[in-house]
C-alpha cells in the first residue's frame, strides 16, 4: 500500500501572488463545513468553504444571504493566499463579528476561505464583548468541523529501473512516507515521486538500484497533507 497523499497541478490551484506567506506552503481547510451554537437564546450557524478568487467568494455570500434570508445578521469574512481579505459585521455593533471571524482565521493562518456566521436573534443582547465572543465561537466550530490541510510544494521526479529493483524502492517509498504515482511497467519500470527533502534521496535511490536507475526532473507539484480531522 503506497503512500496516499492527493496530487494538484501547480498552474491549476491557486494564485500565488508574492506577499508575507510562502510561495510553497499553505494551510486551508479539508472540506466545506456547517456548525450551529446557541448563546443566550440566539442561533448561530457558521458556514465556511473553500474559494480560489473574490468572485467565488462573493457567490458564496449571495447564496447564504438567500438561504438565511430572514436572519438577523449574515455577518462575512474572507482571506485569499494573494493577500487579500475583508469582513463584515451586516449590521452588529462595530469591529463586533466580522472583524473577529477575520482574526480567527488569521490566527489559525488559514487561506482561500470564506465564512458566514447567520444569527438569529434571540431576545437577549450579548453586549460588546459578548459578541465578540460568540463570532469567534462559531468561526471555531466549523473550523473544526472543516478540518484543516496543507499544501506543500514537492519536487517532481520520474525513475525508471529494472522490475528486479521494484520491491526494494516501493518499500522505501512507503517506509518514508514519499508520495508517488501508480507505476508504468514497460520494459523497465517507470514511476513519478514527490520529493520535498532531496538531500539524500538520489544517493538512497541509486544504492537499492546499486546504480541501474535513471532519475529524470518532472514538474513540480503541491501535494496535500492533512493537518487536522474534520470533526463530526
Known sequence: MHAICIIINKKSLFSLKRNKMSSTCFKTIYRNAVAEIVIEKS??????VKV???EDVFEFFALIRKKYFDATHNCTAFILKSGTMRSSDDGEPSGTAGRPMLEYLKKNEVYNVAVVVTRFFGGIKLG??????????????????AGTVEYTLHKSYI???EYTNWKRVENH???????????????????KVYVKNENTFFQE???LCNGLVLIERSEDKFIEILLSKPSE
Do not use: H
Open 43 to 48: 442561533r448561530f450557524i457558521s458556514s465556511i
Open 52 to 54: 480560489n478568487t473574490e
Open 128 to 145: 460588546t464583548g459578548g459578541l465578540v465572543r460568540a463570532y469567534s465561537a462559531a468561526v471555531n466550530d466549523v473550523l473544526k468541523k
Open 159 to 161: 525513475l525508471a529501473l
Open 173 to 191: 517509498l512507503n517506509s518514508n512516507l514519499i508520495c508517488f504515482e501508480k507505476p508504468e511497467f514497460l520494459q523497465d519500470i517507470q514511476v
Open 205 to 207: 535511490i541509486n544504492d
